[in-house]
C-alpha cells in the first residue's frame, strides 16, 4: 500500500538542479507528482530522471536572486500554464556566504536575504494570487 502519493499534483521547486533541490524533485516525482523544475543551473538531468518515473517534467532556467512581484508571478504564471493546478511549492534555492560576520559586506548579507527569505515570500504570495 502507498501512503504517500501524489498522483495529480505538481510540484515546482526551485534550485532543482542539484542537492537537496534534485533530491526531492525526483522524490516527489516518485510519488507521482508531476515536477516544474527551476533553478539558475542546467535542467536536462533532472528532466530526464524526472520523465524516467513515468511523470512530466517542465523546466525553467532562471536567476531567483533578484526576483521581484513582477517576476514571481511572471513564474507562477509559467508554472500553472505548463500545469493547471500547481500544488506544491518547494522554496529550497538558496545560498550561504561563509566568513566571519566581520567580513560580511552588506550586499553579501543582501544577497543572502534576498534568495533565502524574499524570493520564498514572493513566489509562495504570487502562487495564491495568480
Known sequence: MDLFRLDGNAALVTG????????????????????????????DHVAKEVLARGV????????????????????????????????????????????PAIETTPSDWSAVLDLNLTTPFLLSSSQERV
Request: aromatic share 2%.
Open 56 to 99: 512530466h517534467c517542465a523546466t525553467r532556467t532562471a536567476d531567483l536572486s533578484n526576483l521581484t512581484p513582477d517576476t514571481a508571478a511572471e513564474l507562477i504564471s509559467w508554472a500553472k500554464a505548463e500545469f493547471p493546478h500547481p500544488t506544491i511549492l518547494v522554496n529550497n534555492a538558496g545560498i550561504i556566504r561563509r566568513g
Open 16 to 43: 532543482a538542479s542539484r542537492g537537496l533541490g534534485h533530491a526531492l524533485a525526483i522524490a516527489l516525482a516518485e510519488a507521482g507528482a508531476d515536477i516544474l523544475a527551476v533553478d539558475i543551473g542546467e535542467l
